[in-house]
């Protein structure tokens, strides 16, 4: 992306985007680091919506298996949480949630900074009647993002247990984890 931006921004340096990263991959969080420190975005969010979204023409599309194939692919180790099913101009539809679950989703993230409470409750009911995992998350990717304080938002010692149940292949039902009682707030 680096090289589709250059000549909008000749200041823009990779080495200074990989610089940004440190020790990590670098990512588009980086890159538009490297925009506001180089001058050419007044903060990360104006970087993001010049340079960086899909549909800017220097928006770099890269391709992605079908879900379910990714699903399967973590579940050989791991377990299939989506995020944000319903922010960033994404909208996870109840019948679709069903089919991830019948392809061995095993929970949604529910609780973050995107959704309102009315969503929340709505994607909370989704995942009991799924049988899912309720997940939170701050978002937490270093001190430059904003608003995603470490720990604003966690995942529910019950819930996370149901996440790191080894026995469970398929969602994971209330049955799995041990605070049921907690999941009942819907």
Known sequence: MVAKIAPDVPALRLDDVLAIAGNVIPG???LAEALVNC???QDRTA???RWLVPGCPTHLETGSPPIEDEIRIV???GAAVIAHPWGRNSYVS???????AAAGLNGV???HQEPDVEARRRLRRIALELGLVVTGSSDYHGTRKVNHDLGCNVTAPGEYDGLTCPWARGPVG??????????QRV
């Open 39 to 41: 001058g050419a975005a």
């Open 94 to 100: 109840p019948e679709r949630f069903a089919e991830l």
């Open 28 to 30: 588009r969080p980086h």
């Open 75 to 77: 579940r050989a180790g």
């Open 174 to 183: 209330p049955w799995a984890r041990g605070a049921v009682k907690d999941r």
């Open 109 to 111: 993230e529910v609780d």
């Open 47 to 49: 970087a993001f919506a």
